[in-house]
């Protein structure tokens, strides 16, 4: 193990085009961005582990691991504190049983800039994938284990599967590990992690502006209910789904020629696509919060989407002109909703070894 510590940062994610039809296997525009899960740990010498976590109401937890990696804890956990605990001793199970026994450790983990910092409302920016990139990098290092860049999407991958117990796209866990902004396909089965990433430039002309509904919403429910209309009426959807997939495939191919204009076209496309696809699902993917932050931006030329599920988090503005976006900006900041400060990360997840966690 290492004798200092080691920080890890992974950033987040924002999806610019492509969600649900990812899951077709069509391409999605995604983008890493400022926003970053930092993982520490330094050793402890007596196999004791503690957990710190700075965004959640927990006391320092303290356990062992046994050779299996199952925690064994000084003080039994409250229901609530095991289920807020849950995705990171998962993370550390899995890697004890892939690598082998962790040495003894301390581990602070901050991800306080993935929520609101009034409502405490978590964002979809891809915390737990972060999170998954983070803690693997750490640990991994700290057990002084090697991987290689091009491969930590796919094993960051599987662990994710592990601590969450579903497949998922894939596409923030992408976004964490290699940063930057890029055209995201998923793997066609999980025996066969063949995912692609094809990074792209950034659009000169292309500006963006990131805006907070209000509240968040359940990624889980609005894909299950989308699932539920494909099993229902598989030709509606089938219907639809294509021309989703159609416009992902043109939209990725318009960012990646610098082609703007056509960019901006099938960003508004694709939105009157989601809004059928909840219409036809039962799912409010197009809220009437995502409609009237979208009347807003038209006001001044610029095309808006949700960004992810929808119903409610995040969404984004594009225009082809700064003077645009600062109007956007500024009529958002008069409105009920926020302006997101969001940039683009170029780089992924960054080990940096320390002397000392305060």
């Not at 303290?62 to 003080?75: I, P, V």
Request: with cysteine; net charge negative.
């Amino acid at each position: 193990m290492h004798e200092s510590s080691i920080c890890v940062k992974s950033p987040g994610k924002l999806i610019l085009l492509g969600e649900y039809a990812v899951l077709e296997h069509a391409p999605a525009l995604v983008t890493a961005v400022d926003r970053h899960c930092i993982v520490k740990v330094a050793p402890l010498y007596n196999s004791t582990f503690q957990i710190r976590t700075k965004n959640l109401k927990l006391p320092e937890i303290q356990f062992t691991l046994d050779s299996d990696g199952d925690a064994h804890f000084r003080n039994p956990l409250s229901t609530k504190e095991a289920n807020q605990l849950r995705f990171v001793l998962s993370m550390i199970k899995y890697v004890t049983q892939r690598y082998g026994k962790i040495p003894g450790a301390y581990i602070e983990i901050d991800t306080v800039p993935f929520y609101h910092k009034t409502t405490g409302h978590k964002f979809g920016l891809g915390s737990s994938a972060a999170l998954t990139v983070s803690i693997l990098s750490a640990l991994m290092e700290y057990m002084n284990q090697h991987i290689e860049p091009e491969d930590l999407y796919r094993e960051a991958f599987l662990a994710h599967r592990h601590a969450q117990g579903k497949l998922g796209s894939g596409t923030d866990i992408a976004a964490s590990a290699t940063g930057g902004v890029m055209s995201y396909t998923m793997p066609e089965s999980i025996d066969k992690l063949n995912g692609q990433v094809v990074p792209h430039e950034w659009p000169d002309d292309l500006h963006m502006v990131t805006i907070w509904a209000g509240y968040a919403a359940s990624t889980r429910s609005f894909v299950n209910n989308v699932n539920e209309f494909r099993d229902r009426n598989p030709l509606r959807y089938d219907s639809i789904m294509r021309s989703m997939m159609e416009l992902s495939y043109r939209g990725s191919e318009a960012f990646a020629n610098s082609d703007t204009d056509s960019f901006l076209e099938i960003v508004n496309l694709f939105k009157d696509q989601e809004y059928l696809l909840g219409k036809e699902s039962g799912t409010e993917i197009i809220s009437d919060v995502h409609q009237e932050i979208c009347r807003l931006v038209q006001r001044f030329g610029g095309v808006y989407k949700p960004s992810g599920a929808g119903g409610g988090d995040i969404g984004v503005a594009f225009c082809k002109s700064a003077a645009v976006a600062d109007q956007i900006r500024q009529i958002i900041g008069e409105s009920m909703f926020d302006v997101m400060d969001l940039r683009m990360n170029p780089t992924g997840m960054k080990v940096v070894h320390t002397m000392n966690i305060e």
